[in-house]
């Protein structure tokens, strides 16, 4: 029978979907289950807060600087409480931490602890809130090292390749949830009808021909040669490569959104544009290996230009590195221009 828009068969909720996988895993405990379904709940909130912010009263900085010295947005400390406050009762979390937190965010004493940490960005491309683009949520799931008690740093700080699950929430022209477990990369769309994140895009796998390369081009003479050629090569200029589409948003969740649909390579190299950030502005553990995770899942894969995001030990909680990630030949490309001009 054809499928209608109200064939309830073809309906799965992401409830439904990630208790489906479990299923596949007899000696899962829910206790990862239960977690994605938390966060996910956080998403549904935060979008409700998002389409709201045009309104008077959450919109616009506060006057706050956080520790990146960038100006918190009322919206920022929203979905920070909003994952912190769904999750820190449950006992399924050791600990957390946060890209608006300096350390570590401990569960308070009053509730269990549990046996994942929780890495979040609560609202990534930020500075697009006032602008009506996509931002988003980022977070990454990993189990605990320590064996009981508090939740340490050292919790926190493990290579992207240990990773239990990853995903992302985007607050676009619709809210989307993309998540994977290992196992794929799934993702969902809110109905907001009815509050529930309908499978929409089950499986996805980045298309073999890309279309887009994202970049902040206005920063092109703070770049190495490397990178100078490997754009020329990206845009037809060198090589025998038909031109790819620039597209930039300026909001990693949108532009890594797009080309994991689409097929393309985001970059966000290091630059010499300011001293106090040699290795270019993203997050390790908060945004660039959470995303690593989902493009490796989805048949594309991430590099600092030097080697797999993936296999980075991080040092520190903000620690920042370049970014290439998208289709593995475009992000091959990117180490092989390095290697050879830089
Ligand atoms: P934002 O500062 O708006 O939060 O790392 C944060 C981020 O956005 C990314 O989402 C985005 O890709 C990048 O910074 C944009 O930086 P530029 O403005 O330097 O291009």
Not at 241 to 250: D, E, F, M, Q, V
Request: hydrophobic content about 35%.
């Amino acid at each position: 029978m054809a499928a209608t828009p109200f064939d309830q068969s073809m309906i799965i909720t992401i409830e439904r979907h990630i208790l489906e996988e479990q299923s596949g895993h007899p000696e899962a405990t829910g206790m990862l289950t239960s977690l994605l379904y938390d966060i996910a709940l956080a998403g549904k909130l935060i979008a409700s807060r998002t389409t709201r912010a045009g309104l008077a009263e959450i919109l616009g900085s506060t006057t706050d600087v956080n520790i990146q010295g960038e100006t918190v947005m009322k919206l920022d400390q929203l979905a920070d409480q909003s994952m912190y406050r769904l999750n820190d009762h449950t006992g399924r979390l050791a600990c957390m931490a946060s890209e608006e937190h300096e350390g570590i965010l401990p569960i308070p004493e009053r509730f269990p602890t549990g046996k994942y940490v929780l890495l979040y960005d609560p609202l990534d491309g930020s500075s697009n809130i006032d602008y009506n683009a996509s931002i988003g949520t980022i977070f990454a799931i990993y189990r605990r090292l320590s064996t009981d008690g508090p939740g340490t740093l050292a919790d926190c700080l493990q290579p992207g390749r240990d990773m239990v699950a990853a995903g992302y929430m985007i607050y676009g022209s619709s809210t989307m949830l993309v998540y994977t477990s290992g196992h794929g990369v799934h993702g969902f769309t809110l109905d907001p009808a009815i509050g529930e994140f309908l499978l929409t895009h089950p499986n996805i796998r980045i298309p073999e021909n890309p279309k887009y390369y994202s970049t902040n081009q206005g920063y092109q003479r703070y770049w190495s040669r490397g990178i100078q050629h490997y754009t020329h090569w990206l845009q037809g200029l060198e090589g025998e490569n038909k031109p790819l589409s620039a597209r930039y948003i300026g909001s990693l969740v949108g532009d890594f959104h797009r080309n994991l649909l689409s097929g393309g390579v985001f970059y966000y190299p290091a630059d010499t544009q300011d001293p106090t950030k040699p290795h270019g502005k993203l997050r390790l553990v908060y945004e660039c290996a959470p995303l690593a995770f989902i493009a490796a899942q989805a048949g594309g894969c991430a590099s600092d230009g030097q080697q797999d995001i993936l296999d980075i030990t991080p040092t520190s909680l903000h620690q920042r590195v370049p970014l290439f990630i998208g289709n593995y030949s475009l992000v091959q490309a990117a180490e092989d221009f390095i290697r050879q001009y830089d």
